[in-house]
């Protein structure tokens, strides 16, 4: 099974099995898809809207087009076509969706976590944790 990473809070950093691949990437489309994927990997996204939003001033058909393109060219650079049995893109006729049982790390949501420990967190007293008192 391929292992994704992505760093997306600062400069992006884009790893398949610990190799880099950020700089194979075919356009800054491509990567916005990667990110936007994978920071929104709850559900399954329709592919008018992604086209929508990375081609807003595009006719609809052009825009539809410029996803399949930018769609394949991901898929490349991921080597997804090599990993039938667990792809790292669940891709449908209607949706695209990063496939939620793939092997993938994200920043954005490791940071969530934190936040979600801190504020389950019971303090004493607001702002201050006995960390913060040493």
């Not at 190799?19 to 491509?30: G, L, M, W």
Request: proline share 5%; charged share 20%.
């Amino acid at each position: 099974m391929t292992k994704l990473s992505l760093t997306v809070l600062g400069a992006l950093t884009v790893t398949l099995d610990g190799a880099p691949v950020t700089t194979d990437f075919e356009s800054s489309k491509a990567r916005a898809l990667l990110v936007y994927l994978a920071v929104e990997a709850r559900s399954g996204h329709s592919r008018n809207s992604l086209a929508g939003l990375l081609w807003p001033d595009v006719p609809y058909e052009a825009a539809r087009n410029n996803l399949r393109q930018t769609l394949a060219s991901l898929r490349q650079t991921l080597r997804d076509r090599q990993a039938p049995n667990q792809p790292l893109l669940h891709i449908t006729r209607d949706t695209i969706q990063l496939n939620p049982a793939a092997d993938c790390w994200i920043d954005i949501a490791q940071f969530r976590v934190h936040l979600a420990r801190c504020s389950a967190h019971a303090h004493r007293s607001p702002g201050r944790t006995k960390e913060m008192r040493r």
